[in-house]
């Protein structure tokens, strides 16, 4: 019998590692939740294997933010945020229930909570909550904590909202656990992401302020909130610098995901407005130590200023295993100019990517094909098996060729190229009621102009639209790009108020309820959503929901390519391009573990500040800044 039993686990135990689901049966408690595959770590977790867990705490880091904030309240549309305060997730005030592995995909590690269950069903999740967690001002954290957390971000925050749309409710198991209802069962990812969900103090936000007045986390405020996390907010100016504190007590210190790591003992931002000034920043010292670089330009010709010259501006690439986001020109189909499928299309042709690349981007970048690039879950080749099967089903609905013809964006490589695709621009254009007229492209009915403004907020914008800009003009399209502050940029991106952006999508190896957020038709008339095509496609919405009740891995990856597939023949964006590395270029008074996560690139808060070097460096260039 024993060896029977035994038999029996090792199969299950199989049956559930091909479903992408740990082996541990249902309704026992587990520690860290993955969809994927169990964690490298196992139970015995320590530590992340690349920290250095007797990392000195110590040191202040430094960094310049574009814009300006109004807000330290980050989950409602209103208002910009500061810097440390995030939208989705914790930020550096909060904590969550569990944290997001920083070295593995679709994985969590305990923070808050220090277990969870669910039912075979996946009906319901239960959380325990670590008896240790504490608020800033030493309160513990509670249930009831948890609970109100819930029921607010869900009415007020757009991506908590949609996250968690099949959450019903969370009740009060005992004073440590807490239950979350779904109102449909079957959603293998959603037990596993109630542990994003960053927890709020209930007793300080239903308080008062100093001048008696009843908070209200629906608003934008500059109170300084509690919160539990490693950082509280030390000081700030409004709209100009925010600077964070270590909290020298902090009460997860010792859990495994935090060990060696936060080690500053001060985080500075400070807001600039222009980007040229901020790069000027980081070149004299002082204000911005790290600096990601996503210009090419700037990478391959500025990095010869006298710091980097002396050894002491380091430039790194640290190569990266994550999903690639869908960078594009996201065409607003809110506007009447974009809801055809042919117009969409032909806007895809004067794009060329290989002169851009090769003449501006010194071939640094590769052409994004894929929603999912990167990961198993990107489409290639003629739909075939399962995902076939799931794509008959909507056939009528779909663009005929998406059946017959591999997706491929047009490739400039050639001379003759560029005549080319124009023409087959101007072809679709025409399929869709558009002639050229006196070098103008118009409305064959009426007579209007096709035109559009890309609406932009940085010179990265600039350098990626205008060529794009000159090819559109070629065929008579009347395309500009208006450049505005960032705090102007995020309202009208958040209000939908743009006819293109430059955008990104992120994702991960596990798609799952963020879907909604990305491409239903809720979303797309949801103000904050990132539904920033505005797509509202009943075949879209389908296979989102097959996406979020996928019974197994299997059928995941199936749905994914099909979904990949109808957002591409749709042409709902501009595909740009990517890179597989992380550059960064940073002032040397850091000490860094010899190993950094290859999952993310580089993890930052592994690193500490070398007090002898921050030494040096500021008596080296006192004055500078």
């Not at 948890?146 to 971000?153: D, G, K, N, P, R």
């Not at 879907?515 to 809720?522: A, G, L, M, N, P």
Request: without cysteine; aromatic residues 12%; hydrophobic residues 35%.
């Amino acid at each position: 019998m024993t060896a029977g039993r035994t038999l029996l686990r090792s199969l299950l135990a199989a049956a559930l590692l091909a479903a992408g689901l740990q082996a541990v049966q249902a309704d026992e408690w587990r520690t860290t939740s993955s969809l994927i595959g169990e964690s490298k770590y196992g139970d015995n977790f320590q530590h992340y294997d690349y920290v250095n867990p007797d990392a000195p705490k110590g040191g202040g880091y430094n960094s310049v933010v574009l814009g300006t904030f109004d807000s330290f309240n980050p989950y409602i549309v209103q208002g910009s945020p500061a810097a440390g305060l995030v939208g989705f997730g914790g930020g550096l005030l909060y904590d969550t229930l569990m944290e997001q592995a920083s070295d593995e995909g679709s994985t969590s590690h305990p923070l808050i909570a220090d277990a969870f269950k669910y039912p075979a069903d996946y009906s319901s999740a239960t959380y325990r909550l670590d008896p240790r967690a504490k608020w800033h001002d030493g309160q513990p954290i509670t249930v009831d904590d948890v609970i109100w957390s819930f029921q607010t971000l869900k009415s007020s925050s757009p991506q908590y909202s949609r996250y968690f749309e099949n959450v019903t409710d969370a009740v009060v198991i005992s004073d440590r656990e807490v239950e979350f209802h779904f109102n449909q069962k079957g959603n293998r990812e959603l037990p596993k992401i109630i542990g994003d969900l960053a927890v709020l103090p209930k007793h300080w936000w239903e308080g008062t302020d100093a001048n008696g007045k009843k908070r209200d986390i629906t608003k934008p405020t500059l109170e300084v909130p509690l919160g539990s996390a490693a950082y509280k907010i030390a000081s700030f100016k409004p709209g100009s610098e925010i600077v964070w504190q270590r909290v020298p007590d902090y009460w997860a210190a010792k859990l495994p995901v935090k060990i060696g790591r936060e080690n500053f003992d001060t985080q500075r931002f400070t807001y600039i407005l222009d980007d040229n000034a901020a790069w000027q920043a980081f070149t004299k010292g002082g204000l911005d130590d790290i600096k990601p670089e996503n210009s090419s330009k700037r990478w391959k010709t500025f990095y010869d200023f006298p710091a980097v010259k002396a050894g002491d501006v380091i430039k790194k690439e640290f190569k990266t295993a994550s999903p690639v986001p869908m960078q594009a020109f996201m065409l607003n189909q809110r506007r009447p100019s974009f809801q055809d499928r042919e117009v969409r299309a032909a806007l895809t042709y004067p794009f060329d990517f290989e002169t851009m690349n090769r003449t501006l981007f010194f071939g640094f970048n590769t052409r994004t094909q894929s929603y999912f690039q990167g990961t198993e879950l990107a489409s290639n080749g003629l739909p075939q098996g399962a995902e076939l099967e799931i794509l008959e089903k909507f056939r009528d609905k779909l663009p005929p060729e998406l059946f017959t013809q591999e997706f491929k964006l047009p490739v400039y490589d050639s001379p003759q190229a560029e005549r080319k695709y124009l023409k087959q621009a101007v072809d679709l254009f025409a399929k869709a009621g558009w002639v050229i007229k006196g070098g103008k492209m118009v409305n064959a009915k009426t007579g209007e102009p096709f035109k559009f403004e890309i609406l932009g907020w940085n010179d990265t914008d600039q350098v990626i639209a205008s060529p794009y800009i000159a090819n559109l003009r070629k065929i008579g399209v009347d395309a500009t790009l208006r450049i505005i502050d960032q705090t102007q940029y995020v309202n009208r991106v958040n209000n939908f108020d743009y006819d293109v952006i430059i955008g990104q999508l992120g994702q991960s190896e596990s798609p799952g309820n963020e879907q909604r957020d990305f491409w239903s038709s809720k979303a797309a008339d949801t103000p904050g959503s990132r539904n920033y095509s505005g797509i509202k496609n009943p075949v879209v919405d389908a296979l989102v929901d097959r996406i979020i009740f996928a019974t197994d891995r299997a059928d995941l990856v199936a749905t994914t390519h099909a979904l990949d597939r109808v957002l591409l023949w749709n042409y709902y964006v501009v595909p740009q391009y990517h890179r597989a590395v992380v550059w960064l270029a940073y002032w040397n008074k850091f000490g860094i573990p010899e190993k950094q996560p290859s999952y993310r690139g580089a993890d930052t808060d592994s690193w500490w500040i070398d007090l002898d070097k921050e030494k040096a460096l500021a008596a080296k260039y006192k004055g500078s800044n």
